[in-house]
């Protein structure tokens, strides 16, 4: 007779919790001596190629505030469309330039900014270009599963318009969510969590 599978329950969902900045942004915290610098807090030096940009905003919740606890990271391709990663195979990607970073919404205004290059194109599994674009990944207490979305550039509309993943999004009107603003080398972009301007979130 087979054994009854039900002793076994649910373990609680886990939020990111009051301890994720302990652990991942030690500095930040005041909590010296673990890393020179947190990891993920610099992606560029004095020799990275490319047009330098700065990507600043904001975690926004349903009531229209800003989440002061939230820890957002970025992956982006360098200004060829290469990725800091040993599965790139199109080429070798900028050495002087991490393509990821990491960093803290500011515990008084919940704004996060980053200092970064503007990426290049690169290929969706299909062979056609997607728009140069920034992956975020938002993390922050409340929220079970860090939330996935994107950033382009809203001077590249023509890409845009073409890029696989933005031309799947069935409700046009919600593509605008993942536009950032422009402000010469300035792009801000604020993520909204609910509501009617919410940003278009990825199941990957």
């Given at each position: 007779?087979a054994q009854?599978l039900d002793?076994?329950k649910?373990?609680?969902?886990q939020?990111?919790?009051p301890?994720?900045?302990?652990g ?9 001596g673990?890393?020179p610098?947190?990891l993920?807090h610099?992606?560029v030096?004095?020799?990275t190629?490319?047009?330098?940009i700065?990507l ?11 989440l ?9 391709a360098d ?5 800091n990663s040993?599965s790139e195979?199109?080429g070798t990607?900028?050495p ?5 970073g990491r960093q803290?919404?500011d515990?008084?205004?919940?704004l ?11 290929p969706?599994?299909?062979g056609?270009?997607?728009a140069?674009?920034i992956s975020?990944w938002?993390v922050a207490?409340?929220?079970?599963l ?5 950033i382009?550039?809203?001077?590249n ?5 073409a890029d696989?993943?933005?031309s799947?999004?069935e409700?046009k ?6 536009i ?16 009617d301007a919410?940003?278009?979130f990825l199941d990957i």
């Amino acid at each position: 007779m087979a054994q009854p599978l039900d002793y076994l329950k649910e373990s609680p969902s886990q939020t990111a919790g009051p301890y994720v900045h302990i652990g991942c942004l030690p500095n930040f915290c005041g909590i010296a001596g673990v890393y020179p610098a947190d990891l993920g807090h610099s992606m560029v030096n004095a020799r990275t190629r490319g047009e330098r940009i700065t990507l600043s905003g904001r975690i926004i919740d349903g009531t229209g505030t800003p989440l002061r606890d939230a820890m957002v990271e970025i992956w982006q391709a360098d200004a060829a469309g290469l990725y800091n990663s040993p599965s790139e195979t199109r080429g070798t990607a900028d050495p002087d330039f991490t393509g990821w970073g990491r960093q803290a919404a500011d515990p008084e205004t919940g704004l996060w900014r980053f200092e970064t290059i503007r990426p290049g194109p690169v290929p969706f599994p299909d062979g056609r270009l997607q728009a140069p674009h920034i992956s975020v990944w938002i993390v922050a207490r409340g929220i079970n599963l860090g939330l996935n979305t994107r950033i382009y550039f809203p001077e590249n509309e023509a890409a845009n318009a073409a890029d696989p993943v933005l031309s799947r999004i069935e409700h046009k009107n919600r593509v605008p969510t993942l536009i950032a603003r422009r402000d010469g080398a300035a792009y801000s972009h604020d993520i909204h969590l609910q509501g009617d301007a919410e940003t278009v979130f990825l199941d990957i």
